[in-house]
């Protein structure tokens, strides 16, 4: 297996971790996970061009249909089996489903969402110099208005404690509650590492990704 990856920048650290000697890497702009078409757009451009490997690993889940239709005529493509980037950071589908049931209304945070801006405070800063302190915290307040919880996910990159703190701050700035949770990305290495079972998405070439695939 002559293997690439595409994945998203908000887990660069934690590919970089387990990634393989020798292995490729390319990793793309976090904000198109906010526009699943374009997303979808450029993976496929990335696949298309793409000449030098038989297999091509993707750091993403179903992320709002963003992978759906994506083909190839010589490449194996593998996508975990999951709904976006947080399972693969908590470690599998089933525990961000007990964090689900646990608490629908739940913000997660890694160093790379944190170090990209990605989260409800850096984006009311944003705003604010965009539309005035005003209109930032009501645009925020709607935004996030359900969500009552906020989770760092510690996956052991970083400086901890600086992530924690931060982490903390933009719980406190939401009004929610702040909990921690450690994990070692196995869902991410077995995607890198080859041992695809069921919580994996194969598709061989000349078929296509469906939405019925991760179900």
């Not at 990209?116 to 005035?132: L, T, V």
Request: hydrophobic share 35%; glycine share 6%.
């Amino acid at each position: 297996m002559k293997a690439k990856i595409f994945a998203c920048s908000t887990i660069a650290d934690e590919i970089q971790k387990v990634l393989p000697s020798g292995m490729a890497c390319e990793l793309l702009p976090y904000a198109l996970h906010r526009e699943p078409r374009k997303l979808n757009w450029e993976l496929q451009a990335r696949i298309d061009a793409d000449q030098d490997h038989d297999t091509l690993l993707f750091g993403y889940g179903l992320c709002s249909n963003g992978v759906v239709n994506l083909h190839s005529k010589i490449h194996t493509l593998v996508i975990p089996r999951v709904h976006d980037c947080i399972s693969l950071l908590l470690g599998s589908r089933q525990i961000y489903e007990q964090e689900f049931a646990q608490c629908p209304g739940t913000i997660y945070l890694n160093k790379g969402w944190i170090d990209q801006g990605g989260e409800p405070r850096a984006e009311f800063e944003k705003y604010s110099a965009k539309y005035g302190e005003e209109n930032a915290r009501y645009i925020i307040e709607t935004e996030y208005n359900h969500y009552k919880r906020l989770v760092f996910i510690d996956t052991g990159v970083g400086e901890y404690a600086k992530l924690v703190e931060h982490s903390r701050q933009v719980a406190e700035f939401m009004g929610a509650a702040f909990e921690e949770r450690k994990s070692s990305c196995p869902l991410l290495e077995r995607l890198l590492t080859g041992e695809w079972d069921r919580d994996f998405v194969v598709i061989p070439p000349r078929m296509m990704v469906t939405q019925e695939s991760f179900f």
